[in-house]
C-alpha cells in the first residue's frame, strides 16, 4: 500500500509540474546565493540535492547554492540557528522541532521523508518481529540519541521494560560495526542510512518505530525566522527544486541520482550500491497516510500534531502545543526542472 501511495504522490507532483508552471529562468539576474549544511557526510538522503546541482536545476533557478557536508542533525540545526553560517539546514525535522521548543528561531520549510526514520534493526530470520521478541535480548543503542527516550514506549508496546533485556550503550560511530560483527541481538538506530550498510556483512530487516504510534517528520529543510523574512522566495525555491528533484529521483531515476552524489562527492569513495540502497530504504518513509496524495516536501498539519504528541510523551517538548507553529506552509510550489541555459 505504501508505494501504490508514493506513486500516487509521484504522478500528482509530475502533472503539477506540467500543469502549473515554473519557478524556473530566472537568468535575467544574478544568482543568489543560498548556502546549505546537511545532516551529515554524503549518503542516499542526499540524492536530490545533489542531482539538482549536477543537472544545473539550482542555476536553472536563479540560485547559486552551495552544499555543505555536516556532523549530525542537532549540530546542523545549531548551525543554522545561529543565523549567521548558513542559510538552509538540511536534517531530521525532530532535531528542528525540540530545538525550537528550547527557544531555537528555527521553523521547517520542506518534509521529504514524512515517517520517523528511527527504529530496530534485526538480522533476517532472527526471529525478532516487534518488540515483544526483545526479551532476554542484547540490544544496542546510543544514550544521548533521539532514539534514546522512545526505547521505553516501543518496548511497553510489546509489554516489556528495560530489565526485560540486556539493554547495552554502544558510541555512535561504532553501533554499526557493533551490530555487524554479530556482538549484539539487535540495534536501535536510524533505518535507511545503516540498514543497506549492516546488511553487506549481517542481513537484516527493520521494525519502525512509526508503526508502534511513535512518529514525527524525519528528513527536510529549515530555515531560521529572520531568513525566512529576508530571503523568504529564495528558500522556497531552493525548497521546490528539491521537492521537484525527489519526484523525479523517485520515478525512476535512482542511479542518475546515486551517479550525481559520487560524483559531487568524489573524495568520499562511495559503495554505489550502498547508496542506492539507501535511497531504496528511504522510499517508504516519504509518504504517511496524513499527507496521501499531496506532492512530495509540502508539510501536512496532521504530520506534525502526531509529532507534537509523540515528542511531549518522550519528554522532549514542553511548551509548544501547535504542530502549525513548527512549519511554514507555502513554500514548496511545482516547478518544472530543466537544466540552465536551457530554453
Known amino acids: 500500500m505504501m508505494n501504490g501511495l508514493l506513486a500516487g504522490t509521484l504522478r500528482a507532483a509530475l502533472a503539477c509540474c506540467i500543469g502549473l508552471g515554473t519557478l524556473m529562468g530566472a537568468h535575467a539576474q544574478a544568482p543568489e546565493k543560498l548556502k546549505v549544511r546537511l545532516d551529515w557526510t554524503p549518503w542516499g538522503v542526499h540524492a536530490a540535492l545533489h542531482l539538482a546541482q549536477q543537472k544545473g536545476w539550482f542555476s536553472a533557478a536563479g540560485l547559486d547554492v552551495s552544499l555543505e557536508d555536516g556532523n549530525g542533525s542537532v549540530t546542523t540545526v545549531q548551525l543554522v540557528g545561529g543565523g549567521d553560517q548558513f542559510d538552509v539546514g538540511h536534517a531530521a525535522l525532530a532535531s528542528m522541532m525540540i530545538a525550537r521548543d528550547k527557544g531555537v528561531p528555527v521553523k521547517a520549510v520542506a518534509v521529504f521523508a514524512r515517517l520517523s526514520d528511527v527504529g530496530l534493526l534485526v538480522p533476517k530470520d532472527g526471529g525478532i518481529h516487534g518488540p515483544k521478541d526483545l526479551k532476554g535480548k542484547k540490544v544496542a543503542y546510543t544514550a544521548g540519541s533521539l532514539e534514546a527516550p522512545f ?11 528495560r530489565s526485560d533485556l540486556d539493554l547495552v550503550s554502544v558510541d555512535a560511530a561504532g553501533k554499526a560495526a557493533t551490530y555487524a560483527a554479530g556482538r549484539a541481538d539487535a540495534a536501535f538506530s536510524t533505518i535507511p542510512f545503516f540498514l543497506p550498510v549492516v546488511s553487506l556483512t549481517r542481513p537484516s530487516d527493520a521494525i519502525r518505530f512509526a508503526d508502534y504510534n511513535l512518529n514525527m517528520p524525519s528528513f527536510g529543510l529549515f530555515a531560521t525566522e529572520e531568513k525566512l523574512a529576508s ?23 535512482e542511479d542518475e541520482a546515486v551517479d550525481a552524489i559520487v560524483a559531487q562527492r568524489p573524495q568520499a569513495k562511495l559503495d554505489k550500491k550502498v547508496v542506492r540502497a539507501q535511497i531504496d530504504a528511504l522510499r517508504p518513509f516519504f509518504q504517511s497516510p496524513a499527507a496521501a496524495g499531496q506532492p512530495i516536501g509540502v508539510p501536512v498539519a496532521a504530520d506534525w500534531t502526531t509529532a507534537v504528541k509523540t515528542l511531549t510523551d518522550a519528554g522532549l517538548i514542553k511548551s509548544i502545543k501547535d504542530g502549525n507553529d513548527f512549519f511554514v506552509p507555502g513554500l514548496v510550489r511545482p516547478v518544472v526542472l530543466k537544466a540552465a541555459g536551457a530554453p
Open 231 to 253: 530571503r523568504g522566495p529564495a528558500i522556497g525555491k531552493f525548497a521546490s527544486v528539491v521537492a521537484a528533484s525527489w519526484t523525479y529521483v523517485l520515478n525512476g531515476h
Open 151 to 161: 526505547i521505553d514506549a516501543f518496548l511497553a508496546a510489546g509489554g516489556l521494560k
